[in-house]
C-alpha cells in the first residue's frame, strides 16, 4: 500500500469537503474492497475520508411500503434487519450471502453500490427492485445509476448517503459464486412489484450488471421458472474467464433466474 | 503519521503510525501480539480475524486508524486468565487443529459465529457452520474436527 | 495426564500454545535492529535482463542496501544445489543462481533485492527498481517442452530435456501387450498443484562477528539439510558457522523441504548489511515462488486377459520440473513414482519412462504424496475404466488382481513386505454401504442430481528411506533418522528429534512412544526438534517417515537406554543384570518381589552416590541413529460418492469412507486428522486446484481470488476407518500416515464424477464449466441414465 493520509468524517457535509480539499480523496466506508486494492498498490488515494462512524448514514427504516437503508449501513446489519426480512427477503438473503462473516461486518451497502463491481451482488437488487440511489446533493434511480463495469453515475467528490427502493410483491436471488473468491459469476434478482417483474443480472455481463428485458417480459406474462427457461440469453453480452466462458455463463443467468424465481414463490 | 489509540484486550494502548498501517500489522507489530497471523493478501484466509467492537473482522482489511476508539480483542485476549474460552477448548478437545497457524483465526470467527447464533436464536448445524466459515482457510484439518469442534462449543454455550 | 503410551487417543501437548495464540512461527520472531528484505521479481516468463538501473531505488526513503546478480556473481556466491539425481546424476542440471543477472525463465524470478528499514519502505522502493528486459517465447505447457519449435530455457538442456529415466523391463511389456485380450489405454493429466501451507514461507537471517557465524530462521521442513547446502554450497562456510531454526512451521505439505534462493540472500545480505534481515512472503509471492507439485503429462496402457487378470502396465510420462531443479525436484516424477506403479494388484510386468523436462514455470518439487498420488492416479482411473470397459465390475477386477502374497517383488524394483488389501476393500465396503448405493442414487436422480460412485484402491512406499537405497537412486544424503534421549535427575526425559513437525503433532505422538517404551508419562516428555545448535543432524519430515524412521529412532534410543537401566537395576537390587526385566516403568528381578521404578533408576545414574563407577559411566542418556530397512507400505480403500448438479456441473462429494492399513496406530486422533487432511487435498486436487499459465506465462490464478482451494463447505465429514498389518521391520510395526489421502483420493473422485455422468475420460481439476461442458458434449440424457 501507498502511503496515504486518513480522515475520519463525523458528517456527510464534513466527508464531502474533506474529500474536496485533498488531491485525490477518497472516502472508505467499510474498506473491504478498497483496501485489498490499496494493497496491491492498485489505487493509491492521497486521502481517505472515513465516513463509517456518520451515525445519520446508517440504519434500516421502513416506512409504509418504502424502504430506506442509510449508505454506512454493514451487509450483516441489513441482513439482520428483522423489519427489512418482514418485507423483502430477497435482499436480506442477497446482504446475509456476500463475502464472509469477517466482511459482512465491515462492509457496507453504499460502498458495494458506488464501486459497482462487475461481481458485487447488490448491484443486481438495487436494480431490480428499481431503486433510488440518494447522495449528498441529488437522488439517481438505479437505471442510471449503473454505467457499466466499476461504472456509475456518480460524480467525483459525490457521496451516496442511502439507499431506498418501493416493496415488491415478491423477490428473491440467487447466485452461483465464483467457486475461487465466492463473488457472483451468475446473480440474478427477481423482483415483481406495481411496475411489474424486473430482472437484474450481475456477475455474467461484460460490462457489469444489467437488466435482462427477455426474462422480465416472460415473467410479466407467466411468472414461473418454465417461462425464464425459454428466455435468450446472449452470450455475447456475457463475460468469459478461467471460471467459465460466456456459454457457460449464459446458462448459469437461465439457471439462477429459474432458482430465484421458484424460491421467491 | 497518526496516533491510534484503542483498547486491546483490555488495555487502552496507543501508537504513533503511518496512516496505511494495517490493523493487523498494528497488533503484530507495535504491540507484539504475534497470534494473530496474515496468511493471504486478499481478504479470504481469515487467519487474521480479530474482535473489533464484539464483532469479527479481518484485521489485514481494517486500518490500524480505522480502529482507533474501538475496542479489539485478539486471540491472546480470549481466555479467562488461565481458564481457556469454551471454544479453545474444544478446539483442543476435538483435534480441530494441526499447524495451528490459522487457528486463531478459526476460533475467533468461532466465537462470533456462537454468539450471533445464540443471539439470533439459532442452532448451528453442519451445513452452517460450514456456510459461516466461508471466510477461513485451513489447509491441515480437513474441517472435519474444526466442525465437531464449534458444534461441541455451540452445544456446550447453547 | 497419565502414562498413555501407544495406541491411546492422547490430546495434543502442542495445542495449549496454538489456541491462545502463543505459536512461534517464523515471522514471529523480530531480531534487535532487524531490516526488512522485498525482492524484485521478474514479470517475465521468459526474458533476457538488458539492465538493472537501481539509482532512483537507492535513494528512496528507508532503504539500506539494494542487491542484484551481479553482486551475487561478484561475491562468488554458489548456486542453489540440486539434492537429487536419479541415475547417478542429471543429464543435464544448469546453475541456479541465488539471484540472477543475465536472464530470468518464469514469473517470480528474482533479479534484486531491497534491504530497508520497513517492508512497506522496501516495497516503495522495490517498485522504483528499473529492470529493462528483452523478453522471450515462453512455453509453459509440458506436453510441448521437447517440441523441436518450443523456445529453450537453458543452454545445458538441449530441447529442455533433463532426464530421460525409465524403470521395468520393456520386452517383456511388448510381449504381454502383444498377447492381451484387453487393453484398456488412457492419456491422462496430472495437473500442477501449489502446496498452499497457511503460513507463508519467511526467512530471517542475523550475522554475530565475534563468533563469525550465522542464524537463521527459516520456515523449513529439515533445517539440518538447510544448513548443509546454504552452509557447505552457497556460503561456503563450515556448517558449525550456521544454525538454522525451523521453529513452529505453519504447514508445508512439501513446499517447505527445497532450500530457497531467499534463504540464501538474506543470510548472504545480513552479513553485508551488519544487520538482521526479514523476509516474509505474501501470499501471491508464495504462488508464484514455492515449488509446486505433479505436472504430468502421461499416457498409460494395462493389458489384460480375459478374465481380467492383467498382464502388464506401460507407462510414458512428461513431467515438467519447472524452470529449474529444486532440491529434490526429480525425485517426485523417478523414484517416487515409477516404483510404485504396481499398486496392490500382481502385474508381472510394468515399464516406465519419463522425460523430464524444464517449462517456464515455478520449480517443481514435493507435494504432499510425491510422486506416489501421480502413480496411483493413473493405475486407479486405468483398473476403474478396465473393469466398466469390460463389465467385471469395479470391486470383482480389484480382487481378481490383488498381491495376497508377500513379501511381493513388484516389476518395478520395491519389495512389499507385508499387506491385506482386501480386508480393507471389505470393511470399506460395508462401511460406505456400497450394497446401498443405487438406492441412493435413485433418490439422487428424483432431486435432478446425478449420482456416481468411484473407488481407489492404493497402497503407498513410505517412510524414507533405506539410506543405502537412497544412495544407490541417486539421493546427495543418507535417509536415516536420529533421536537423543536426555535425563534430567528428578526423571522428566527431553527427546531430540532429527524431524521436524509442521502439524503432524510429533510433540505428543513421539511423547506417547517414549511412554510406552520407558513406562514416563507423557507430560513429562518433551520432544525437541527444529534446531540444527540443538540437535543432532537429522533429515527433517516428508515422505510419511516421521514415525516409521525418527519414531523407531527414538525407540531404538529407549531400547539403549532400558538395557543400560537394568544394569542400574541390577546394581540397585543386588542382582543379576542378566536376571531383571522391565515392564510398565518397573524394573524387577525375576523370581523375586524386588522392584525398581525408572524414577528412582533414573535418579541413581544421575546422583551416582551409589553406583558401579569403576564398570559403568553415569547417566542414562542414549543416542539412534536409526535406517530402515525397507521402505514402508500403508495401503488401503477410498471410496467416494458425488452428486453432480447437471444444470450447472458443480460436483458435491456427499460421502467419502477411507479405510487404510497404517499398521499399528500411535495416536488415533492424529491418525484420523491426517487423513482428513489428505484427503481434502486430494479432492482439492480432483475438484478445483490447478496452477494457470497463460500463453505469455502468466500465472493467472495467483491469489486465493483465482485459485480453487477447499473451504468448509467443498468437503463432507469423513468416515475414516482402519485395518492393521504391522510394518514387519521397524520396531513400532508402523508405516505412516500423512499423505494417504492426498494419495488416494484423487482417482476416487475422478471415477465417481465419470461414474455420474457416464463418461470415460475426465481429466481433473473436474471444475463446474469443465463437468458441464462434458454433459453437454455427452448428453445429458444419457448421463442420467
Redesign the interface.
Given at each position: 500500500m501507498y502511503e496515504t493520509k486518513y480522515h475520519r468524517a463525523s458528517s456527510a457535509d464534513e466527508a464531502v469537503k474533506l474529500a474536496d480539499s485533498a488531491d485525490d480523496g477518497q472516502f472508505i466506508a467499510g474498506g473491504q474492497t478498497l483496501i485489498p486494492t490499496m494493497k496491491q498498490r492498485l489505487a493509491s488515494p492521497s486521502d481517505l475520508v472515513d465516513i463509517r462512524n456518520i451515525d445519520a448514514m446508517k440504519g434500516v427504516n421502513v416506512e409504509g411500503n418504502k424502504v430506506t437503508i442509510g449508505a454506512t449501513t454493514t451487509h450483516a446489519e441489513v441482513a439482520d434487519a428483522p423489519q427489512l426480512q418482514a418485507v423483502c427477503q430477497g435482499i436480506s438473503d442477497l446482504a446475509g450471502h456476500i463475502g464472509d462473516p469477517a466482511v459482512r461486518h465491515m462492509g457496507t451497502i453504499g460502498g458495494s453500490v458506488a464501486n459497482n463491481d462487475p461481481a458485487a451482488d447488490y448491484p443486481a437488487a438495487l436494480l431490480a427492485l428499481g431503486a433510488e440511489i440518494t447522495t449528498n446533493n441529488r437522488t439517481i434511480a438505479a437505471d442510471d445509476f449503473f454505467v457499466g463495469m466499476f461504472e456509475t453515475a456518480l460524480e467525483d467528490g459525490e457521496l451516496i448517503t442511502s439507499v431506498s427502493f418501493t416493496v415488491p410483491d415478491k423477490s428473491a436471488y440467487s447466485k452461483f459464486p465464483n467457486p475461487a473468491s465466492r463473488y457472483a459469476m451468475a446473480g440474478v434478482f427477481v423482483a415483481k412489484g406495481g411496475d411489474g417483474v424486473r430482472v437484474a443480472v450481475t456477475g455474467a455481463g461484460s460490462d457489469g450488471v444489467f437488466r435482462h428485458s427477455g426474462m422480465e417480459e416472460a415473467l410479466d406474462a407467466n411468472w414461473s421458472a418454465d417461462a425464464v427457461a425459454e428466455a435468450d440469453v446472449d452470450e455475447a453480452m456475457m463475460l468469459s474467464d478461467i471460471h467459465g466462458n460466456a456459454a457457460y455463463r449464459a446458462n448459469l443467468v437461465k439457471v439462477m433466474a429459474k432458482r430465484a424465481v421458484a424460491a421467491a414463490g | 503519521m497518526t496516533t491510534v489509540s484503542m483498547t486491546v484486550n483490555g488495555k487502552e494502548v496507543s501508537a504513533d503510525v503511518e496512516d496505511r498501517t494495517l490493523l493487523v500489522d498494528f497488533i503484530r507489530e507495535n504491540l507484539k501480539l504475534t497470534g494473530t497471523h496474515v496468511g493471504c493478501d486478499t481478504s479470504q484466509c481469515g487467519a487474521c480475524v480479530v474482535h473489533v467492537d464484539g464483532k469479527a473482522v479481518k484485521a489485514c482489511t481494517m486500518l490500524a486508524n480505522q480502529a482507533t476508539g474501538s475496542n479489539v480483542v485478539t486471540i491472546e485476549g480470549l481466555a479467562n486468565g488461565g481458564d481457556l474460552h469454551p471454544v479453545q477448548a474444544a478446539f483442543h478437545e476435538h483435534h480441530g487443529l494441526q499447524c495451528g497457524f490459522c487457528t486463531p483465526g478459526m476460533i475467533m470467527t468461532a466465537v462470533d459465529m456462537i454468539e450471533r447464533a445464540k443471539a439470533n436464536g439459532l442452532k448451528l448445524d453442519e451445513a452452517t457452520i460450514r456456510s459461516e466459515l466461508e471466510g477461513n482457510i485451513c489447509r491441515c484439518t480437513g474441517y472435519h474436527n474444526i466442525v465437531r469442534a464449534i458444534e461441541a462449543a455451540a452445544e456446550q454455550t447453547a | 495426564m497419565g502414562v498413555e503410551g501407544i495406541g491411546a487417543r492422547v490430546?495434543?501437548k502442542?495445542?495449549?500454545?496454538?489456541?491462545?495464540?502463543?505459536?512461534?512461527?517464523t515471522?514471529?520472531f523480530?531480531r534487535p535492529g532487524q531490516l526488512f528484505a522485498v525482492f524484485v521479481r521478474s514479470p517475465h516468463a521468459h526474458a533476457l535482463i538488458k539492465s538493472v538501473d537501481i539509482s532512483e531505488a537507492k535513494g528512496c526513503e528507508g532503504v539500506a542496501a539494494i542487491y542484484t546478480g551481479e553482486d551475487v556473481a561478484e561475491d562468488g556466491l554458489g548456486g542453489l544445489p540440486c539434492g537429487f539425481a536419479p541415475g547417478g546424476g542429471p543429464q543435464n542440471a544448469p546453475p541456479r543462481p541465488a539471484l540472477l543477472k543475465d536472464k530470468v525463465r518464469f514469473v517470480g524470478d528474482m533479479i534484486a533485492v531491497v534491504i530497508a528499514e520497513s517492508v512497506?519502505l522496501a516495497r516503495?522502493a522495490a517498485?522504483k527498481v528499473n529492470v529493462e528486459y528483452d523478453v522471450l517465447p515462453s512455453n509453459t505447457d509440458t506436453g510441448k517442452a521437447m517440441d523441436a519449435d518450443t523456445p529453450q530455457l537453458h543452454e545445458e538442456a538441449p530441447n529442455n530435456v533433463v532426464m530421460h529415466w525409465e524403470i521395468g523391463e520393456a520386452d517383456p511389456v511388448e510381449a504381454a501387450f502383444a498377447k492381451a485380450d484387453h487393453v484398456t489405454s488412457l492419456d491422462i493429466i496430472n495437473n500442477r498443484k501449489v502446496p498452499?501451507?497457511?503460513?507463508?514461507r519467511a526467512a530471517n537471517a542475523e550475522y554475530d562477528a565475534a563468533a563469525d557465524s550465522f542464524t537463521l530462521y527459516t520456515t523449513s521442513q529439515n533445517p539440518h539439510i538447510t544448513r548443509l547446502l546454504l552452509a557447505a554450497y552457497v556460503l561456503g562456510i563450515s556448517e558449525g558457522k550456521l544454525r538454522v531454526i525451523s521453529p513452529?512451521?505453519?504447514?508445508g505439505?512439501g513446499s517447505k523441504i527445497p532450500f530457497y534462493p531467499e534463504e540464501a540472500v538474506v543470510t548472504w545480505a545480513c552479513r553485508k548489511v551488519e544487520r538482521p534481515v526479514k523476509w516474509t512472503s505474501?501470499?501471491?509471492e508464495a504462488f508464484l515462488s514455492d515449488t509446486h507439485g505433479r505436472d504430468h503429462v502421461t499416457k498409460a496402457e494395462l493389458a489384460m486377459d480375459k478374465d481380467g487378470k492383467f498382464l502388464a502396465m506401460r507407462v510414458d510420462t512428461k513431467a515438467s520440473l519447472g524452470a529449474y531443479l529444486s532440491t529434490f525436484g526429480m525425485l517426485s516424477s523417478t523414484y517416487l513414482y515409477g516404483t510404485v506403479l504396481s499398486g496392490p494388484y500382481d502385474i508381472p510386468a510394468i515399464h516406465c519412462k519419463v522425460s523430464g523436462v524444464f517449462t517456464n514455470t515455478c520449480p517443481i518439487d514435493a507435494e504432499r504424496g510425491a510422486g506416489r498420488p501421480e502413480a496411483t492416479y493413473l493405475i486407479e482411473r486405468l483398473v476403474e475404466t478396465a473393469a466398466r470397459e469390460t463389465g467385471i465390475g469395479v470391486v470383482e477386477i480389484r480382487k481378481r488382481n490383488f498381491i495376497r502374497e508377500f513379501p511381493y517383488q513388484t516389476a518395478v524394483v520395491l519389495q512389499y513386505d507385508i499387506g491385506d488389501y482386501d480386508t480393507t476393500l471389505e470393511l470399506a465396503l460395508e462401511k460406505a454401504d456400497y450394497a446401498g448405493f443405487e438406492a441412493r442414487k435413485k433418490k439422487s436422480a428424483a432431486n435432478g442430481k446425478l449420482r456416481g460412485v468411484g473407488f481407489s484402491t492404493y497402497i503407498e512406499a513410505c517412510g524414507l528411506a533405506p539410506s543405502n537405497i537412497a544412495g544407490a537412486i541417486g539421493a546427495g544424503i543418507g535417509l536415516y533418522e536420529s533421536a537423543e534421549i536426555r535425563f534430567n535427575p528428578t526423571g522428566s526425559v527431553s527427546v531430540l528429534t532429527g524431524a521436524q513437525t509442521?502439524?503432524?503433532?510429533h510433540e505428543t505422538a513421539f511423547a506417547q512412544v517414549v511412554a510406552s517404551k520407558l513406562g514416563i508419562e507423557v507430560d513429562k516428555v518433551d520432544i525437541i526438534h527444529g534446531d540444527t545448535g540443538t540437535v543432532q543432524w537429522g533429515h527433517g519430515t516428508y515422505g510419511s517417515r516421521s514415525l516409521a524412521v525418527g519414531g523407531s529412532a527414538i525407540s531404538a534410543a529407549c531400547d539403549k537406554v532400558i538395557e543400560k537401566a537394568k544394569k542400574v537395576a541390577a546394581h540397585m537390587m543386588e542382582a543379576d543384570a542378566a536376571d531383571i526385566s522391565f515392564e510398565n516403568g518397573e524394573f524387577s528381578v525375576s523370581g523375586t518381589d524386588k522392584t525398581k521404578t525408572i524414577g528412582e533408576v533414573i535418579l541413581t545414574a544421575m546422583v551416582p552416590h551409589d553406583y558401579p563407577l569403576t564398570d559403568m559411566e553415569p547417566g542414562l542418556d542414549q543416542r539412534s541413529f536409526y535406517d530402515p530397512a525397507n521402505f514402508t507400505y500403508p495401503a488401503g480403500t477410498h471410496i467416494c460418492e458425488v452428486e453432480v448438479d447437471p444444470?450447472?456441473?458443480v460436483t458435491e462429494v456427499v460421502r467419502f469412507t477411507a479405510v487404510d492399513d497404517f499398521g499399528n496406530v500411535v495416536n488415533p486422533?492424529?491418525v484420523?486428522?491426517q487423513?482428513?487432511?489428505?484427503?481434502?487435498?486430494g479432492v482439492g486436487q480432483a475438484l478445483?486446484e490447478k496452477a494457470?499459465y497463460d500463453e505469455d506465462g502468466q500465472m493467472?490464478?495467483a491469489?486465493?481470488?483465482?485459485?480453487?482451494?477447499?473451504?468448509?463447505?467443498n468437503?463432507p465429514?469423513?468416515d475414516v476407518g482402519y485395518t492393521n498389518t504391522p510394518c514387519t521391520h521397524n520396531p513400532l510395526g508402523v508405516k505412516g500416515c500423512g499423505e494417504a489421502?492426498a494419495i488416494a483420493a484423487p482417482p476416487a473422485v475422478i471415477n465417481a464424477i465419470t461414474d455420474a455422468i457416464g463418461v470415460r475420460d475426465l481429466d481433473m481439476p473436474a471444475?463446474?464449466?469443465k463437468v458441464?461442458?462434458t454433459i453437454q458434449a455427452n448428453g445429458t440424457a444419457k448421463a442420467a441414465q
Amino acid at each position: 500500500m501507498y502511503e496515504t493520509k486518513y480522515h475520519r468524517a463525523s458528517s456527510a457535509d464534513e466527508a464531502v469537503k474533506l474529500a474536496d480539499s485533498a488531491d485525490d480523496g477518497q472516502f472508505i466506508a467499510g474498506g473491504q474492497t478498497l483496501i485489498p486494492t490499496m494493497k496491491q498498490r492498485l489505487a493509491s488515494p492521497s486521502d481517505l475520508v472515513d465516513i463509517r462512524n456518520i451515525d445519520a448514514m446508517k440504519g434500516v427504516n421502513v416506512e409504509g411500503n418504502k424502504v430506506t437503508i442509510g449508505a454506512t449501513t454493514t451487509h450483516a446489519e441489513v441482513a439482520d434487519a428483522p423489519q427489512l426480512q418482514a418485507v423483502c427477503q430477497g435482499i436480506s438473503d442477497l446482504a446475509g450471502h456476500i463475502g464472509d462473516p469477517a466482511v459482512r461486518h465491515m462492509g457496507t451497502i453504499g460502498g458495494s453500490v458506488a464501486n459497482n463491481d462487475p461481481a458485487a451482488d447488490y448491484p443486481a437488487a438495487l436494480l431490480a427492485l428499481g431503486a433510488e440511489i440518494t447522495t449528498n446533493n441529488r437522488t439517481i434511480a438505479a437505471d442510471d445509476f449503473f454505467v457499466g463495469m466499476f461504472e456509475t453515475a456518480l460524480e467525483d467528490g459525490e457521496l451516496i448517503t442511502s439507499v431506498s427502493f418501493t416493496v415488491p410483491d415478491k423477490s428473491a436471488y440467487s447466485k452461483f459464486p465464483n467457486p475461487a473468491s465466492r463473488y457472483a459469476m451468475a446473480g440474478v434478482f427477481v423482483a415483481k412489484g406495481g411496475d411489474g417483474v424486473r430482472v437484474a443480472v450481475t456477475g455474467a455481463g461484460s460490462d457489469g450488471v444489467f437488466r435482462h428485458s427477455g426474462m422480465e417480459e416472460a415473467l410479466d406474462a407467466n411468472w414461473s421458472a418454465d417461462a425464464v427457461a425459454e428466455a435468450d440469453v446472449d452470450e455475447a453480452m456475457m463475460l468469459s474467464d478461467i471460471h467459465g466462458n460466456a456459454a457457460y455463463r449464459a446458462n448459469l443467468v437461465k439457471v439462477m433466474a429459474k432458482r430465484a424465481v421458484a424460491a421467491a414463490g | 503519521m497518526t496516533t491510534v489509540s484503542m483498547t486491546v484486550n483490555g488495555k487502552e494502548v496507543s501508537a504513533d503510525v503511518e496512516d496505511r498501517t494495517l490493523l493487523v500489522d498494528f497488533i503484530r507489530e507495535n504491540l507484539k501480539l504475534t497470534g494473530t497471523h496474515v496468511g493471504c493478501d486478499t481478504s479470504q484466509c481469515g487467519a487474521c480475524v480479530v474482535h473489533v467492537d464484539g464483532k469479527a473482522v479481518k484485521a489485514c482489511t481494517m486500518l490500524a486508524n480505522q480502529a482507533t476508539g474501538s475496542n479489539v480483542v485478539t486471540i491472546e485476549g480470549l481466555a479467562n486468565g488461565g481458564d481457556l474460552h469454551p471454544v479453545q477448548a474444544a478446539f483442543h478437545e476435538h483435534h480441530g487443529l494441526q499447524c495451528g497457524f490459522c487457528t486463531p483465526g478459526m476460533i475467533m470467527t468461532a466465537v462470533d459465529m456462537i454468539e450471533r447464533a445464540k443471539a439470533n436464536g439459532l442452532k448451528l448445524d453442519e451445513a452452517t457452520i460450514r456456510s459461516e466459515l466461508e471466510g477461513n482457510i485451513c489447509r491441515c484439518t480437513g474441517y472435519h474436527n474444526i466442525v465437531r469442534a464449534i458444534e461441541a462449543a455451540a452445544e456446550q454455550t447453547a | 495426564m497419565g502414562v498413555e503410551g501407544i495406541g491411546a487417543r492422547v490430546l495434543r501437548k502442542e495445542d495449549q500454545r496454538f489456541i491462545t495464540g502463543k505459536g512461534r512461527y517464523t515471522d514471529d520472531f523480530n531480531r534487535p535492529g532487524q531490516l526488512f528484505a522485498v525482492f524484485v521479481r521478474s514479470p517475465h516468463a521468459h526474458a533476457l535482463i538488458k539492465s538493472v538501473d537501481i539509482s532512483e531505488a537507492k535513494g528512496c526513503e528507508g532503504v539500506a542496501a539494494i542487491y542484484t546478480g551481479e553482486d551475487v556473481a561478484e561475491d562468488g556466491l554458489g548456486g542453489l544445489p540440486c539434492g537429487f539425481a536419479p541415475g547417478g546424476g542429471p543429464q543435464n542440471a544448469p546453475p541456479r543462481p541465488a539471484l540472477l543477472k543475465d536472464k530470468v525463465r518464469f514469473v517470480g524470478d528474482m533479479i534484486a533485492v531491497v534491504i530497508a528499514e520497513s517492508v512497506a519502505l522496501a516495497r516503495d522502493a522495490a517498485g522504483k527498481v528499473n529492470v529493462e528486459y528483452d523478453v522471450l517465447p515462453s512455453n509453459t505447457d509440458t506436453g510441448k517442452a521437447m517440441d523441436a519449435d518450443t523456445p529453450q530455457l537453458h543452454e545445458e538442456a538441449p530441447n529442455n530435456v533433463v532426464m530421460h529415466w525409465e524403470i521395468g523391463e520393456a520386452d517383456p511389456v511388448e510381449a504381454a501387450f502383444a498377447k492381451a485380450d484387453h487393453v484398456t489405454s488412457l492419456d491422462i493429466i496430472n495437473n500442477r498443484k501449489v502446496p498452499n501451507a497457511m503460513e507463508p514461507r519467511a526467512a530471517n537471517a542475523e550475522y554475530d562477528a565475534a563468533a563469525d557465524s550465522f542464524t537463521l530462521y527459516t520456515t523449513s521442513q529439515n533445517p539440518h539439510i538447510t544448513r548443509l547446502l546454504l552452509a557447505a554450497y552457497v556460503l561456503g562456510i563450515s556448517e558449525g558457522k550456521l544454525r538454522v531454526i525451523s521453529p513452529d512451521v505453519g504447514g508445508g505439505f512439501g513446499s517447505k523441504i527445497p532450500f530457497y534462493p531467499e534463504e540464501a540472500v538474506v543470510t548472504w545480505a545480513c552479513r553485508k548489511v551488519e544487520r538482521p534481515v526479514k523476509w516474509t512472503s505474501d501470499r501471491t509471492e508464495a504462488f508464484l515462488s514455492d515449488t509446486h507439485g505433479r505436472d504430468h503429462v502421461t499416457k498409460a496402457e494395462l493389458a489384460m486377459d480375459k478374465d481380467g487378470k492383467f498382464l502388464a502396465m506401460r507407462v510414458d510420462t512428461k513431467a515438467s520440473l519447472g524452470a529449474y531443479l529444486s532440491t529434490f525436484g526429480m525425485l517426485s516424477s523417478t523414484y517416487l513414482y515409477g516404483t510404485v506403479l504396481s499398486g496392490p494388484y500382481d502385474i508381472p510386468a510394468i515399464h516406465c519412462k519419463v522425460s523430464g523436462v524444464f517449462t517456464n514455470t515455478c520449480p517443481i518439487d514435493a507435494e504432499r504424496g510425491a510422486g506416489r498420488p501421480e502413480a496411483t492416479y493413473l493405475i486407479e482411473r486405468l483398473v476403474e475404466t478396465a473393469a466398466r470397459e469390460t463389465g467385471i465390475g469395479v470391486v470383482e477386477i480389484r480382487k481378481r488382481n490383488f498381491i495376497r502374497e508377500f513379501p511381493y517383488q513388484t516389476a518395478v524394483v520395491l519389495q512389499y513386505d507385508i499387506g491385506d488389501y482386501d480386508t480393507t476393500l471389505e470393511l470399506a465396503l460395508e462401511k460406505a454401504d456400497y450394497a446401498g448405493f443405487e438406492a441412493r442414487k435413485k433418490k439422487s436422480a428424483a432431486n435432478g442430481k446425478l449420482r456416481g460412485v468411484g473407488f481407489s484402491t492404493y497402497i503407498e512406499a513410505c517412510g524414507l528411506a533405506p539410506s543405502n537405497i537412497a544412495g544407490a537412486i541417486g539421493a546427495g544424503i543418507g535417509l536415516y533418522e536420529s533421536a537423543e534421549i536426555r535425563f534430567n535427575p528428578t526423571g522428566s526425559v527431553s527427546v531430540l528429534t532429527g524431524a521436524q513437525t509442521q502439524g503432524q503433532g510429533h510433540e505428543t505422538a513421539f511423547a506417547q512412544v517414549v511412554a510406552s517404551k520407558l513406562g514416563i508419562e507423557v507430560d513429562k516428555v518433551d520432544i525437541i526438534h527444529g534446531d540444527t545448535g540443538t540437535v543432532q543432524w537429522g533429515h527433517g519430515t516428508y515422505g510419511s517417515r516421521s514415525l516409521a524412521v525418527g519414531g523407531s529412532a527414538i525407540s531404538a534410543a529407549c531400547d539403549k537406554v532400558i538395557e543400560k537401566a537394568k544394569k542400574v537395576a541390577a546394581h540397585m537390587m543386588e542382582a543379576d543384570a542378566a536376571d531383571i526385566s522391565f515392564e510398565n516403568g518397573e524394573f524387577s528381578v525375576s523370581g523375586t518381589d524386588k522392584t525398581k521404578t525408572i524414577g528412582e533408576v533414573i535418579l541413581t545414574a544421575m546422583v551416582p552416590h551409589d553406583y558401579p563407577l569403576t564398570d559403568m559411566e553415569p547417566g542414562l542418556d542414549q543416542r539412534s541413529f536409526y535406517d530402515p530397512a525397507n521402505f514402508t507400505y500403508p495401503a488401503g480403500t477410498h471410496i467416494c460418492e458425488v452428486e453432480v448438479d447437471p444444470d450447472t456441473g458443480v460436483t458435491e462429494v456427499v460421502r467419502f469412507t477411507a479405510v487404510d492399513d497404517f499398521g499399528n496406530v500411535v495416536n488415533p486422533m492424529i491418525v484420523e486428522g491426517q487423513v482428513h487432511g489428505g484427503v481434502t487435498h486430494g479432492v482439492g486436487q480432483a475438484l478445483f486446484e490447478k496452477a494457470l499459465y497463460d500463453e505469455d506465462g502468466q500465472m493467472v490464478n495467483a491469489s486465493y481470488m483465482d485459485y480453487i482451494i477447499p473451504h468448509a463447505d467443498n468437503v463432507p465429514s469423513f468416515d475414516v476407518g482402519y485395518t492393521n498389518t504391522p510394518c514387519t521391520h521397524n520396531p513400532l510395526g508402523v508405516k505412516g500416515c500423512g499423505e494417504a489421502g492426498a494419495i488416494a483420493a484423487p482417482p476416487a473422485v475422478i471415477n465417481a464424477i465419470t461414474d455420474a455422468i457416464g463418461v470415460r475420460d475426465l481429466d481433473m481439476p473436474a471444475t463446474p464449466q469443465k463437468v458441464w461442458d462434458t454433459i453437454q458434449a455427452n448428453g445429458t440424457a444419457k448421463a442420467a441414465q
